[in-house]
Nanobody, 121 residues
Framework: QVQLVESGGGLVQPGGSLTLSCAASGNIFRINDMGWYRQAPGKRRELVAR???????NYADSVKGRFTISRDNAKNMVYLQMNSLKAEDTAVYYC???????????????WGQGTQVTVSS
């Protein structure tokens, strides 16, 4: 019922910047936490950043000071501003949302299809 679609990925040079967007749509009742995860080939999916409805944020140590997560609750969107990109940031980036359906007590995790970010000279 609820879908997430990421956009904004692409090829950038080391030191460059990129902004990712994620839009939630469908039968949305309430979205609690939202976040960005990434997965490089042969590696586990890892948390990049997360944000609560009250804009409390948490970042992986590897991206602190370089990435900024934000959200627009009215638009059901979450963003990831990535600065000072490094080659090791290359991965597929996935959007995540914790959605609470009407009448439910607990949230269900919803995932987007992913968007490729490649940092290379």
């Amino acid at each position: 019922q609820v879908q997430l679609v990421e956009s904004g990925g692409g090829l950038v040079q080391p030191g460059g910047s990129l902004t990712l967007s994620c839009a939630a749509s469908g039968n949305i009742f309430r979205i609690n936490d939202m976040g960005w995860y990434r997965q490089a080939p042969g590696k586990r999916r890892e948390l990049v950043a997360r944000i609560t409805r009250g804009n409390i944020t948490n970042y992986a140590d590897s991206v602190k000071g370089r990435f900024t997560i934000s959200r627009d609750n009215a638009k059901n969107m979450v963003y990831l501003q990535m600065n000072s990109l490094k080659a090791e940031d290359t991965a597929v980036y996935y959007c995540n949302a914790e959605h609470v359906a009407r009448g439910e007590r607990f949230s269900d995790p919803i995932w987007g299809q992913g968007t490729q970010v490649t940092v290379s000279s």
